[in-house]
């Protein structure tokens, strides 16, 4: 009996010793361990010994088992050990190679003088709000006191998409907008931007398709001199703190008085130049006090509430500012366009 147990573990050391995966010392172990594994079977054998040899062979077998299972154990940390190191093997990662570019794509230019101009007004406590591109007349012109037939209208020719609804022709519809979901008729500090359309031809000035940027300041006791204030700050903000600014009389059918807004040229100082067109000044933004008749419609009391708005438009602004001269290239996406004006800004690199 003795023999049988040393030549089982002759045997096992040697299996054990062949093996070369954690898997197969596991069917391993099932084979001699396992229930019907010869161990056990020894195990079952014992009841047919003598009793005084029962003890001896008990003895034995708890040996035989001790030292297999110690012979498992070994193994199998071994085999643990070396499949850890062929995985980081495998999984090495040479940090010392090359990187592979990655392009990274860079903010629209437009969006980027949007978001410029954002953070001013909202600096000086003003919201963000947008509004529907698909527009109603009721908003894009009738409640900016451009009736049907007003003559003004012309000078936007509109996509219409039925006879009451259009692609919006301004952002102006934002502020009706605005002042109309005000139910209880509070003060209003906001700028509005987004895409406006017109049916234009495109050349080096025209866009079927532009921005705006619109603003609304509603309160009582709001004045020319409110206006004033702000736009000039704005101005300089945008285009240098030693630019002058000027105000020229205008008509827009929505603010009485109507306001247009110049800086100095900020190429030439005001010599005049081919940029200001030898004036010495630039045009950058169309302004007024709110209409009262924009104000009633929406349901704020004109002897009570005044307001100023304005209007401009980022393309012109990006195009005076980074002298670009034709403003299709800001929507037939040329990389080389793009990736240009990103370096000009110094963004990138
Ligand atoms: N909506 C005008 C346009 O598209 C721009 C404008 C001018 C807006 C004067 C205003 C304003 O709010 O007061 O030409």
Redesign the pocket.
Known sequence: MKERVENLKKEIKEKIEKVISLKELNDLKVEYLGKKGPINELSSMMKELPVDEKKEFGRVLNELKAEVGTLFDTAREALEEKELNEKLEREKIDITLPSSKIHVGSIHPITKVIEEIEDLFVSMGYDVVEGPEIEEDLYNFEK?NLPKGHPARD??DSFYITEEMLLR????PV?ARTMDANLEKTPIRVICPGK?YRRDDDDATHSHQFT?I???VVGENISLSHLKGTLEEVAKKLFGEDREVRFRP?F?P??EP?LEVDVSCFKCGGSGCSICKGTGWIEI????M?HPNVLRGCGYDPEKYTG??????PERIAMLKYGIHDIRNFYINDLRFLEDFNRVEGSEE
Request: aromatic share 14%; glycine share 18%; charged share 5%.
């Open positions: 900016l000078a936007q022709t301004q952002t102006s502020q406006v705006q619109e603003g609304l205008s827009f929505f603010t109507s933004l169309g302004s007024g709110v100023f708005a304005f209007g401009m438009g």
